[in-house]
């Protein structure tokens, strides 16, 4: 069964950062890895698609990166701003399945 | 393009009600799904549907049924409502493989509390 970890669970940093988040899946057979923003009490949004087979994806300020055989994902987040202060979740789509699994998210919080 | 929308965006039922969580999307999707977020379990997929006229369960079906009603609409019934489904509720649309962006596309999610 897929499971999807993300650490840590939460991430204060003062403004102007760079920062990684950081997202590892159980099975490395997956189609994608997506990366969704969710501010506080609103809905999903999505930030960035890696499909299995590329590397990275970029934009603006963000890049993830996917390593499928070590089963790892990373979010990287430059010169951070009060603005992406948000809970950022990490999700794969396994081989042959329709449905996406989620890790819990990392409650960033970028201070002034 | 409204994008994906539910309604209502806030529930409180009591014990044993029944309600209907309504969702629809204009991208002309074909895969559409509901999901539940609980604090500390992260997102669970309850049903999806993969086309018009299919559904099928996800990890948490049951108490709940669903209606892909046409290729724009998928709706979640609470036949009698329990405490352990207060949640919230999010749908979330698919373009076919390769049509777009990204994979999934949300709904704002409806909060539901169930005294």
């Known amino acids: 069964k897929q499971e999807v970890t993300q650490i840590p669970a939460a991430l204060s940093v003062p403004e102007g950062e760079n920062l990684v988040l950081n997202c590892s899946f159980t099975?490395?057979?997956?189609?994608?890895l997506q990366w969704f923003r969710q501010d506080p009490g609103k809905g999903l949004t999505s930030l960035l698609l890696?499909?299995?087979?590329?590397r990275e994806q970029t934009s603006g300020r963000l890049n993830a990166s996917l390593d499928k055989s070590s089963g790892r994902s990373t979010l990287y987040i430059a010169a951070s701003q009060p603005g992406d202060s948000a809970t950022y979740l990490c999700?794969?789509?396994?081989?042959?399945?329709?449905?996406?699994?989620f890790g819990q998210g990392t409650r960033l919080t970028i201070n002034p | 393009n409204a994008g994906v929308t539910q309604t209502p965006k806030f529930q409180v039922l009591k014990t044993g009600q029944s309600m209907t969580l309504q969702c629809a999307q204009d991208?002309?999707?074909?895969?559409m799904y509901w999901y539940r977020q609980d604090p500390g379990m992260g997102l669970r997929l309850i049903y999806y549907?993969?086309?018009?006229?299919?559904?099928d369960k996800g990890e948490v079906p049951n108490g709940y049924n669903v209606s892909r009603l046409n290729k724009r609409e998928f709706s979640l019934r609470l036949e009698s409502a329990a405490p352990s489904q207060t949640s919230v509720y999010f749908c979330?649309?698919?373009?076919?493989?390769?049509?777009?962006?990204?994979?999934?596309?949300f709904g704002p999610g409806t909060r539901l509390t169930v005294t």
């Open positions: 979330a649309s698919r373009p076919k493989r390769g049509a777009s962006v990204y994979e999934q596309y």
């Open positions: 099975d490395s057979a997956i189609y994608n």
């Open positions: 890696i499909q299995s087979s590329q």
């Open positions: 999700a794969v789509r396994p081989e042959g399945a329709q449905k996406l699994v």
């Open positions: 991208m002309n999707h074909n895969s």
């Open positions: 549907s993969a086309s018009e006229g299919t559904t």
